[in-house]
């Protein structure tokens, strides 16, 4: 039986529309996405084939070579155009587009540093404030200044203190013991924080200069004390050793502190900022252990002890001081230069160009040095080499990968910073992971500071490259001192500015040194060649190992069709780090109504006035426990899509189409997992570093601080901070 009303059939036209969308859609994923194709070409290599000949280039392993070069050449910040160059042809010659990008940032180069010791006004002692050559080691013989960048120009003379590792708690002791330090020099001892942070510590303390010493007690084991040779001769520290640096205040700003938060290109007029905030206004020089030693014996017997501020300074008691009858004079006077930064960028185009993984490192430093950074960029050369093999097969990487070699990392992460500052639109959008390296090998024991969605795939990695016989990364970073614990990003190299101001999934590779392991010459003229293949990593053994890890990380990264990003550890760390916090909360304040406190916040979730925080503390812990079963059935969702991605070569036409547009749709998620972390008005005080999880700790500098907001509220006792802060935290996991 027909129906009395024939019913309307769709217009002939409305189908030929939808045909024609689907189609171009088609067209667009193609283009932009396309794993396998729906129509035609067949992959010529299989993902297993692909990581094959990668390892199989690796095989061969010329990691000495390069590091060799590197470590013979001039490259300091804005010196090191030779270097660049040769890099850049290394990298087209492995079949890469390689260009040099350029950018200016604030330098400062060295004219003349001096320190002297002086008893009622006539010099009694001075240091030469350079390394001993010494025989077995030919860059000994490169004398190369004694600095520290950003170090203001001065001239001082005044009474001096020793102020231990010069952090917040150092120089509250030591005005709680009444130990002043206006007009004084301050004396920091390397260790615990980043050095600038020292400096603007010993500043705001009053100092008016500062001298900062390498102690051999934070050498741990390996040190003359207990018997072991010194460099050259064996693997304690030398005592001439000088450890240059960065005095700029990190925490505050990476990057050129003329341009926070932008970038400038050479010819631009853009305008400047004054620089005050981020660098020292007082005059700063660094001493090796042997030369500082006459100055702190002068203060033996004087000032107040600490307990805990001992070290292994022959013949000083590590009184405070300071001494009456003797004075310091730190002299400092550096040329201030806004130079061109240069970085390589190197472009190994992919299928789906939309979507990038970054693998980074940076080629500047105080002295022609073997590790840092330039066994990381050994590995990077490496890793280049071998794709570059895979290159020569005709092979294209899935999506688009690139590799950046910065400079002007050592005084402030210049080069990354501007890069990442100055695309920061299109890298939000494209980039799916950031690799960094740095200091890749000074020690045998594999370190990986990441973001927790990058944990997956980093065993996956780790599980198919040996350490060594018999034993593969992965097993020997579960049975290491870390215990296959990932320990989280602070900052102190380049991930900084694409975790902590883009929200870019990062991981910084590294072999690092333990305490029986040599004493790495970190920013001294021993940081040589003759050291890397004598104590750091004879052999170049792990340099080969961390670039094979490093290539099949960004294999595993960019050949997937979904990509290897995943989310279920994310809200385990997170309430790990939000456990120990409110943990932490003063008990008063749970019983303070959020609006009473938190009225002027944005976006508040909670409209009755009833509420307090104690219930947003239980409603955060809530969403987390959401959030946790939500990621795990999206990770459970991912690997079902993987897998129906390896049966793709039997679907349909439309099934392909179907399948792309779920797996587009997943890594679209993927990709913005991170970047719902981020906080566009950043941290109190420091506005650039805008992700809430992963900060630099504002006191320290290295080492890293999670959920910042919220911990340092905490510190301060800042109660309606805290609660903006939590509320933040709750709207951003409810947002994923
Ligand atoms: C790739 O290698 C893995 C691990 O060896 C193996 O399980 C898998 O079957 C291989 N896949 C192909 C397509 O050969
Ligand atoms: C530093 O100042 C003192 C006192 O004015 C002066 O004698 C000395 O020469 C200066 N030092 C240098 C290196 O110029
Ligand atoms: C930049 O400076 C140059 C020379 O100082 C000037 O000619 C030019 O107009 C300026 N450009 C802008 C955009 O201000
Ligand atoms: C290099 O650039 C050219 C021109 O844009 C492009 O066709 C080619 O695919 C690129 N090669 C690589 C390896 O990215
Ligand atoms: C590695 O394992 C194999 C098989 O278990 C064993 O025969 C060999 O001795 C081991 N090699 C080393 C260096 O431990
Ligand atoms: C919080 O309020 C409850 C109920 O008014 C009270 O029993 C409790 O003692 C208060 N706790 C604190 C720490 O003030």
Same mark, same amino acid.
């Given at each position: 039986?027909?129906?009395?009303?024939?019913?309307?059939?769709?217009?002939?036209?409305?189908?030929?529309?939808?045909?024609?969308?689907?189609?171009?859609?088609?067209?667009?994923?193609?283009?932009?996405?396309?794993?396998?194709?729906?129509?035609?070409?067949?992959?010529?290599?299989?993902?297993?084939?692909?990581?094959?000949?990668?390892?199989?280039?690796?095989?061969?392993?010329?990691?000495?070579?390069?590091?060799?070069?590197?470590?013979?050449?001039?490259?300091?910040?804005?010196?090191?155009?030779?270097?660049?160059?040769?890099?850049?042809?290394?990298?087209?010659?492995?079949?890469?587009?390689?260009?040099?990008?350029?950018?200016?940032?604030?330098?400062?180069?060295?004219?003349?540093?001096?320190?002297?010791?002086?008893?009622?006004?006539?010099?009694?002692?001075?240091?030469?404030?350079?390394?001993?050559?010494?025989?077995?080691?030919?860059?000994?013989?490169?004398?190369?200044?004694?600095?520290?960048?950003?170090?203001?120009?001065?001239?001082?003379?005044?009474?001096?203190?020793?102020?231990?590792?010069?952090?917040?708690?150092?120089?509250?002791?030591?005005?709680?013991?009444?130990?002043?330090?206006?007009?004084?020099?301050?004396?920091?001892?390397?260790?615990?924080?980043?050095?600038?942070?020292?400096?603007?510590?010993?500043?705001?303390?009053?100092?008016?200069?500062?001298?900062?010493?390498?102690?051999?007690?934070?050498?741990?084991?390996?040190?003359?004390?207990?018997?072991?040779?010194?460099?050259?001769?064996?693997?304690?520290?030398?005592?001439?050793?000088?450890?240059?640096?960065?005095?700029?205040?990190?925490?505050?700003?990476?990057?050129?502190?003329?341009?926070?938060?932008?970038?400038?290109?050479?010819?631009?007029?853009?305008?400047?900022?004054?620089?005050?905030?981020?660098?020292?206004?007082?005059?700063?020089?660094?001493?090796?252990?042997?030369?500082?030693?006459?100055?702190?014996?002068?203060?033996?017997?004087?000032?107040?002890?600490?307990?805990?501020?001992?070290?292994?300074?022959?013949?000083?008691?590590?009184?405070?001081?300071?001494?009456?009858?003797?004075?310091?004079?730190?002299?400092?006077?550096?040329?201030?230069?806004?130079?061109?930064?240069?970085?390589?960028?190197?472009?190994?185009?992919?299928?789906?160009?939309?979507?990038?993984?970054?693998?980074?490192?940076?080629?500047?430093?105080?002295?022609?040095?073997?590790?840092?950074?330039?066994?990381?960029?050994?590995?990077?050369?490496?890793?280049?080499?071998?794709?570059?093999?895979?290159?020569?097969?005709?092979?294209?990487?899935?999506?688009?990968?690139?590799?950046?070699?910065?400079?002007?990392?050592?005084?402030?992460?210049?080069?990354?910073?501007?890069?990442?500052?100055?695309?920061?639109?299109?890298?939000?959008? *494209?980039?799916?992971? !950031?690799? /960094? +390296?740095?200091? %890749?090998?000074?020690? =045998?024991?594999?370190?990986?500071? @990441?973001?927790?969605?990058?944990?997956?795939?980093?065993?996956?990695?780790?599980?198919?490259?040996?350490?060594?016989?018999?034993?593969?990364?992965?097993?020997?970073?579960?049975?290491?001192?870390?215990?296959?614990?990932?320990?989280?990003?602070?900052?102190?190299?380049?991930?900084?500015?694409?975790?902590?101001?883009?929200?870019?999934?990062?991981?910084?590779?590294?072999?690092?040194?333990?305490?029986?392991?040599?004493?790495?010459?970190?920013?001294?003229?021993?940081?040589?060649?003759?050291?890397?293949?004598?104590?750091?990593?004879?052999?170049?053994?792990?340099?080969?190992?961390?670039?094979?890890?490093?290539?099949?990380?960004?294999?595993?990264?960019?050949?997937?069709?979904?990509?290897?990003?995943?989310?279920?550890?994310?809200?385990? *760390?997170?309430?790990? !780090?939000? /456990? +120990?916090?409110? %943990?932490?909360?003063? =008990?008063?304040?749970?019983?303070? @109504?959020?609006?009473?406190?938190?009225?002027?916040?944005?976006?508040?979730?909670?409209?009755?006035?009833?509420?307090?925080?104690?219930?947003?503390?239980?409603?955060?812990?809530?969403?987390?426990?959401?959030?946790?079963?939500?990621?795990?059935?999206?990770?459970?969702?991912?690997?079902?899509?993987?897998?129906?991605?390896?049966?793709?070569?039997?679907?349909?036409?439309?099934?392909?189409?179907?399948?792309?547009?779920?797996?587009?749709?997943?890594?679209?998620?993927?990709?913005?997992?991170?970047?719902?972390?981020?906080?566009?008005?950043?941290?109190?005080?420091?506005?650039?570093?805008?992700?809430?999880?992963?900060?630099?700790?504002?006191?320290?500098?290295?080492?890293?601080?999670?959920?910042?907001?919220?911990?340092?509220?905490?510190?301060?006792?800042?109660?309606?901070?805290?609660?903006?802060? %939590?509320?933040?935290?709750?709207?951003?996991?409810?947002?994923?």
């Amino acid at each position: 039986m027909g129906s009395p009303k024939p019913s309307r059939r769709p217009s002939w036209k409305l189908c030929l529309l939808t045909l024609v969308g689907l189609h171009l859609l088609g067209g667009w994923f193609l283009s932009s996405s396309s794993f396998g194709q729906l129509t035609d070409t067949p992959m010529t290599l299989d993902a297993n084939s692909t990581k094959s000949v990668y390892l199989g280039a690796l095989e061969t392993n010329l990691a000495a070579k390069w590091n060799k070069k590197y470590a013979e050449t001039e490259q300091l910040t804005g010196t090191n155009l030779k270097m660049v160059k040769w890099a850049r042809d290394q990298f087209e010659k492995f079949g890469f587009n390689a260009t040099i990008d350029e950018y200016m940032a604030l330098t400062s180069y060295p004219i003349k540093t001096s320190v002297s010791l002086q008893k009622e006004g006539t010099t009694v002692y001075e240091p030469s404030l350079a390394e001993d050559e010494v025989e077995k080691d030919p860059a000994s013989k490169h004398h190369v200044a004694a600095f520290l960048g950003y170090s203001a120009n001065g001239n001082v003379t005044a009474d001096y203190v020793y102020c231990h590792y010069g952090s917040v708690e150092d120089f509250a002791l030591l005005k709680k013991a009444g130990v002043d330090l206006t007009g004084k020099i301050a004396i920091l001892r390397y260790g615990g924080i980043f050095r600038g942070l020292k400096v603007r510590h010993a500043q705001l303390a009053g100092a008016i200069g500062a001298l900062i010493y390498s102690d051999p007690k934070d050498d741990g084991e390996m040190i003359v004390q207990n018997g072991y040779k010194a460099f050259p001769d064996g693997p304690a520290r030398n005592p001439s050793a000088i450890q240059r640096g960065s005095s700029q205040f990190l925490s505050l700003l990476p990057g050129d502190p003329l341009s926070p938060g932008y970038a400038r290109k050479p010819g631009d007029n853009s305008t400047t900022q004054d620089p005050s905030q981020y660098i020292p206004s007082i005059p700063v020089v660094p001493v090796s252990s042997k030369e500082i030693t006459p100055i702190l014996k002068k203060l033996s017997g004087h000032g107040t002890k600490f307990a805990k501020w001992d070290g292994l300074i022959d013949g000083f008691d590590y009184s405070t001081g300071p001494n009456p009858k003797y004075t310091v004079n730190v002299f400092n006077h550096q040329k201030f230069v806004d130079a061109v930064q240069h970085n390589i960028m190197a472009v190994l185009e992919g299928h789906n160009p939309h979507e990038v993984v970054l693998l980074g490192n940076h080629h500047d430093s105080w002295i022609p040095a073997a590790g840092d950074p330039h066994s990381g960029s050994t590995a990077v050369m490496e890793v280049a080499r071998a794709l570059g093999e895979l290159v020569k097969l005709g092979w294209k990487p899935q999506r688009t990968i690139v590799i950046g070699s910065w400079d002007g990392e050592e005084y402030g992460l210049l080069g990354s910073t501007e890069f990442g500052e100055y695309f920061a639109k299109d890298l939000k959008k *494209k980039v799916v992971a !950031y690799l /960094n +390296t740095d200091v %890749a090998v000074n020690g =045998p024991m594999l370190q990986l500071p @990441t973001t927790p969605l990058l944990y997956s795939v980093l065993r996956k990695a780790a599980s198919q490259v040996d350490y060594k016989t018999n034993q593969t990364v992965l097993e020997h970073f579960e049975t290491g001192d870390n215990k296959g614990e990932f320990s989280a990003l602070g900052s102190g190299s380049d991930f900084t500015v694409f975790l902590e101001h883009l929200g870019i999934p990062s991981v910084d590779f590294s072999f690092g040194a333990t305490s029986t392991s040599a004493v790495y010459p970190y920013h001294s003229t021993y940081d040589s060649y003759y050291w890397m293949k004598t104590f750091g990593d004879p052999g170049f053994h792990l340099h080969n190992v961390i670039a094979k890890f490093i290539g099949l990380t960004i294999l595993e990264l960019t050949e997937s069709p979904v990509i290897a990003l995943r989310t279920s550890e994310y809200p385990t *760390k997170l309430a790990e !780090y939000f /456990n +120990t916090i409110s %943990a932490g909360i003063p =008990p008063e304040w749970l019983n303070s @109504t959020l609006l009473g406190e938190g009225a002027a916040v944005p976006g508040c979730a909670h409209a009755s006035a009833d509420l307090t925080l104690g219930d947003l503390v239980d409603s955060i812990n809530t969403k987390l426990t959401t959030l946790t079963e939500k990621s795990a059935e999206f990770d459970l969702s991912l690997a079902g899509l993987a897998e129906e991605n390896k049966h793709w070569d039997d679907l349909n036409y439309w099934q392909k189409l179907k399948l792309l547009i779920r797996t587009k749709r997943a890594n679209f998620r993927l990709i913005y997992y991170e970047r719902h972390f981020l906080n566009d008005e950043g941290l109190k005080g420091r506005s650039w570093f805008k992700h809430i999880v992963y900060a630099s700790g504002r006191y320290t500098g290295y080492a890293g601080q999670q959920l910042p907001a919220l911990t340092e509220a905490l510190e301060d006792l800042k109660k309606s901070e805290f609660i903006s802060a %939590a509320l933040y935290f709750e709207k951003v996991l409810i947002s994923l």
